[in-house]
């Protein structure tokens, strides 16, 4: 605590061992836009570097780098990296870990603690939580209070078991650290715009959990030209709802290739049947030379004509 110390006069005469401490132990800088500046004065900061801790976007989030320097590695942080090695984040993932979510340190280690064993109570697995925890790194500053929320309201509003409910939120957990908004309002769409039944957006969220946090315009222009200009009705998009993740200028590309081979057939009673899975998920080349039946050169060709 520097603040403590008064000021010492500039004639007063100080003994060979202070004047080799005052070197040793330099003053932190007043003012600085960049944690590096502390890095060769705070043996916190040295730790953290060298677990892989990124500083430069540290003190890109608000109050991080503050909090960073009021912490003391021994006392503070070496019981919460050995709480998230237990948790199951891998030793060469704290560092990235870490970068993304450095409030983590000033935690409550109960608090913590607490949150994981409601996660083991509600029956997620070790590697489930490890999973979790990894793929959201901000799940454990949340109380059991709003998790428990959050995974009613994904089985409420959704209508789903237990279980698949689990699973949802296993696949995808920034479901219980996003936003709400966003997710209502996704489902709405669904709904009331692009008409899909209750029972039917249960299929396609439990498939594809991406579409909750999907931009509402793109899912919009993507069922559009599916639906109206392609003609797939609702039960084949329910079947293959991974169709609304793909690029919709990749759809209309190999759409528009298809239909200039007289080969648009989405079907299922055809012989000719080309189904969603195929048209989106195959690389170019296969696409060519198995669903379009053509040289990849044809297709390049094809697309400079567009």
């Known amino acids: 605590d520097w603040d403590d110390v008064p000021p010492s006069s500039a004639l007063e ?8 401490q005052i070197i040793a132990e330099p003053i ?4 600085s836009s960049t944690l590096r500046d502390y890095v060769d004065h705070s043996e916190t900061l040295a730790k953290l570097v060298h677990l892989g801790v990124d500083l430069s976007q540290v003190e890109k989030r608000q109050k991080a780098g503050q909090l960073l320097l009021t912490l003391d590695f021994e006392k503070d942080i070496r019981k ?3 709480f998230l090695k237990d948790v199951g984040v891998e030793d060469n993932q704290l560092g990235p ?12 280690l109960e608090a913590l603690e607490t949150r994981v064993a409601y996660l083991k109570s509600k029956k997620f697995g070790k590697a489930e939580i490890a999973q979790m925890v990894s793929r959201a790194p901000y799940l454990l500053l949340f109380s059991v209070e709003r998790l428990d929320n959050r995974l009613g309201f994904f089985k409420n509003e959704l209508g789903l078991s237990v279980k698949k409910t689990k699973d949802l939120v296993i696949r995808l957990p920034r479901l219980l650290t996003g936003k709400l908004e966003p997710v209502k309002e996704n489902l709405q769409v669904c709904q009331i715009e ?12 439990f498939k594809t959990p991406k579409i909750l946090t999907a931009s509402k315009k793109r ?20 079947r293959f709802p991974q169709v609304f993740n ?13 239909t200039f081979l007289g080969r648009a057939q989405y079907d299922p009673a055809q012989p000719s049947y080309i189904s969603l899975d195929q048209l989106v998920s195959l690389p170019d080349e296969v696409f060519c030379t198995e669903i379009a039946k053509a040289s990849v050169q044809d297709f390049e060709k094809f697309l400079k004509t567009l």
Do not use: C
């Open 13 to 20: 005469e100080i003994s060979e061992e202070e004047a080799v």
């Open 28 to 31: 932190l800088p007043l003012h």
């Open 80 to 82: 919460i990296l050995l």
């Open 97 to 108: 870990f870490l970068t993304k979510n450095p409030y983590i340190l000033g935690e409550d």
């Open 194 to 205: 692009l008409g899909f039944q209750r029972n039917e957006i249960q299929q396609i969220v």
């Open 219 to 238: 899912l919009k222009q993507t069922f559009d030209y599916l639906h109206n200009i392609m003609g797939i009705p609702h039960h084949m998009l329910t």
């Open 246 to 258: 793909s690029k919709l200028l990749r759809i209309k590309e190999r759409h528009m290739f298809l």
